[in-house]
């Protein structure tokens, strides 16, 4: 399914949607007439898409940025998700940079959100030691912090990500699921909160306690209210609808930032949660992602 218009001056002309057939991928082309986009959207054969960057199964391919946005049309780009083309065009030539330490924490889901759009993005790793000269440069004295455009500074890790959602249409098609990828992002802010009870422990001792305290009672706790939430509100392989969304991903970092996808010691404690495990084996095998787990810097946290 992939929307549909020709030579629309008006996104919102845009919205009528089509069935492809096989083999057909949704594309998007805009050209600039004068100060005016005139866009053009609907199912196209691969072979009209470039050389594809991923693969069939990724989310956004033949988005070969430099090639094609570098000459008339300004953009075309293809994709294989359902309806994913509106806003493939849409980010334009915004540059971001985000700040964050050198570790996943509550940088990583901007990063591969980044990763799956194929959107460049300078990733600034802070050094603990640099920290305090710059700590009050930014506007919260907290980290991250995405820059776009060298202009505008977005703080809270979650505001960014929301950002970035309804930017690239990963928010959910409907208002129940944008509920849905709300609850989940909440859920994981708590889940991430009980997290830190042990994961900022120094001590090896203490740390190994707390954690095993952990795995015991707030990981299950929030394990159970995150499966719940993808068996309400998610279909097949999905955390929420019957498409990709950024909850995800959101799944995937916070699963990963409880350390449940691999202990306790004796078998992983998501093995319990079949849907959260079904959603955690589909993401790593997107291709975008799938590279980029191959090859992001191996931080313990
Ligand atoms: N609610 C904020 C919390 C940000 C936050 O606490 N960031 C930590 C790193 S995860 C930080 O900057 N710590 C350094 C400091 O407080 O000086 C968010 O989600 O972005």
Redo the contacts with the bound molecule.
């Keep these: 399914m992939c929307h549909v218009c020709t030579s629309a001056t008006d996104l919102s002309s845009c919205q009528a949607t089509t069935m492809c057939t096989a083999g057909q991928v949704c594309f998007t082309e805009v050209s600039h007439m004068g100060n005016t986009s005139v866009y053009s959207m609907g199912c196209s054969d691969l072979q009209q898409c470039g050389p594809p960057v991923g693969s069939i199964m990724g989310p956004v391919i033949g988005r070969s940025v430099d090639a094609r946005q570098a000459a008339a049309p300004y953009c075309h780009n293809c994709c294989t998700a359902p309806g994913c083309n509106l806003n493939i065009c849409k980010s334009g030539n915004d540059t971001y940079r985000l700040f964050y330490?050198d570790f996943r924490?509550?940088g990583e889901l901007t990063r591969m959100i980044f990763k799956y759009m194929d959107q460049p993005f300078t990733d600034i790793r802070i050094n603990f030691q640099d920290?305090p000269a710059i700590?009050y440069t930014f506007p919260q004295?907290?980290?991250?912090v995405l820059e776009v455009d060298g202009r505008v500074n977005i703080?809270?890790?979650?505001a960014i990500v929301r950002y970035l959602a309804r930017k690239y249409d990963l928010y959910g098609r409907t208002e129940m699921e944008m509920a849905y990828v709300d609850q989940l992002i909440e859920t994981s802010v708590d889940f991430f909160a009980a997290v830190q009870k042990f994961a900022l422990i120094q001590d090896p001792q203490e740390n190994a306690a707390k954690k095993a305290e952990f795995m015991k009672t707030d990981a299950p706790k929030y394990l159970g209210f995150l499966d719940d939430l993808v068996k309400a509100g998610g279909h097949g392989h999905f955390a929420v609808g019957n498409a990709f969304t950024v909850a995800d991903l959101l799944l995937y970092v916070y699963v990963e930032a409880s350390q449940a996808q691999k202990t306790p010691i004796e078998s992983p404690l998501l093995a319990n949660y079949t849907r959260l495990a079904n959603n955690r084996k589909y993401v790593e095998q997107i291709p975008n992602i799938a590279a980029y787990l191959a090859s992001r810097p191996v931080t313990p946290i």
Excluded: A, N
């Design positions: 330490f924490g509550r920290w700590k004295y907290v980290i991250p703080t809270q890790s979650m």
